[in-house]
C-alpha cells in the first residue's frame, strides 16, 4: 500500500545451542569431557528457547553448531575471548579455518538478513546462565538485555518483564543481568552499523535451574508467546531526537 510503513521482521539467533566438537578439532578436547558436558560448552535449554519463539513467530532462528570453546559466536573480530583457552594458542592458520568454517558464516547470514528486509529487524538472542558462578548464587531466573539508550529495547523488556510475572508465579525477571545488554556481542556489534529505526535487539537469558526443573515447559511457553505476541503488535516509528523515544509498541486491536 503507497505510504505504509516497512513491515517488522522478527531473527531469533541462539550463537550457544551446541557442545558439539567437530571431528577434526576433537584432539584439541582430549580428557575434557566434564568441560564439554558444562555450562563453559553451550548454554542449556537455550536452543529450547529459540526454537519455541521461531514457531510461534514463523520467524528464522540462527544457531551455533559447535561448542563456544571452539570460537565463540557471540564475540566480535579480535575480541580476546572470542576463542578459548584450547584454541587461542593454535597457529593462525588452524583459527583462521576455526574462523572461516563456523563465526563468520554466522554473522554474515545475520547481517544479510538486516541488509535484506526492509523496515526494521527485530533481533532476539536467547542465551542461558548457570545458577552459580564464581561461589555466587544468581538469585534470579530471567534476564532480559538491552540497551538502555534505545528506548524501544527498554520498553520491549520491561513489557516482557510485567508480562511474565504477571503469568508466572514466583519467577524473578531482572533487567540487564546477569550480563549488560551493551556488553560485546553480534546484537551489540550491528548497533553500531544500524540505528533503532533498523535494528532492535535484546536477549532472553534463562537460569539453567528453570531447565532442570519439571515446569520447564510451563515456563518456555509463557516466555515464547509472550513475547512473540509483544513482537508481533510491534509498531516502528523514529524521533529525530536521539534522548527521545525511538519506537513504540501497540498492542494488537482486538
Not at 535449554?45 to 565463540?72: C, F, K, N, Y
Not at 554474515?108 to 526494521?120: A, K
Not at 531482572?174 to 535487539?201: F, V
Request: charged share 25%; with cysteine; aromatic share 8%.
Amino acid at each position: 500500500m503507497p505510504g505504509s510503513k516497512p513491515p517488522v521482521s522478527a531473527l531469533i539467533t541462539c550463537e550457544h545451542a551446541s557442545a558439539r566438537v567437530p571431528a577434526y578439532w576433537q584432539r584439541l578436547f582430549c580428557g575434557q569431557t566434564e568441560v564439554l558436558a558444562s555450562h563453559r560448552a553451550w548454554d542449556p535449554g537455550s536452543l529450547d528457547l529459540a526454537e519455541a519463539l521461531a514457531r510461534h513467530l514463523d520467524a528464522p532462528l540462527l544457531a551455533g553448531q559447535v561448542t563456544r570453546l571452539l570460537i565463540d559466536l557471540n564475540r566480535s573480530s579480535g575480541h580476546p575471548r572470542r576463542f578459548s583457552e584450547w584454541t587461542r594458542g593454535l597457529p593462525e592458520s588452524d583459527r583462521v579455518r576455526i574462523e572461516r568454517s563456523w563465526w563468520l558464516p554466522h554473522w554474515q547470514v545475520f547481517g544479510q538478513f538486516i541488509r535484506s528486509h526492509p523496515g526494521q529487524v527485530v533481533h532476539i538472542g536467547c542465551h542461558s546462565f548457570t545458577p552459580v558462578l564464581a561461589g555466587r548464587r544468581r538469585r534470579f531466573d530471567i534476564g532480559l538485555l538491552y540497551d538502555s539508550r534505545r528506548w524501544a529495547e527498554r520498553r520491549l523488556c520491561r513489557d516482557l518483564a510485567g508480562r511474565l510475572s504477571a503469568r508466572l508465579t514466583g519467577i524473578r525477571v531482572r533487567m540487564n543481568q546477569p550480563y549488560r545488554g551493551t556488553a560485546n556481542g553480534i546484537g551489540q556489534q550491528h548497533r553500531r552499523l544500524y540505528g533503532p529505526d533498523r535494528l532492535l535487539s535484546v536477549e532472553v537469558e534463562i537460569n539453567q535451574r528453570l531447565v532442570r526443573r519439571g515446569d520447564w515447559g510451563v515456563v518456555l511457553a509463557a516466555i515464547s508467546t509472550e513475547l512473540a505476541e509483544l513482537i508481533r503488535a510491534w509498531s516502528p516509528r523514529v524521533h529525530e531526537a536521539a534522548d527521545e523515544p525511538v519506537s513504540v509498541i501497540s498492542r494488537a486491536s482486538a
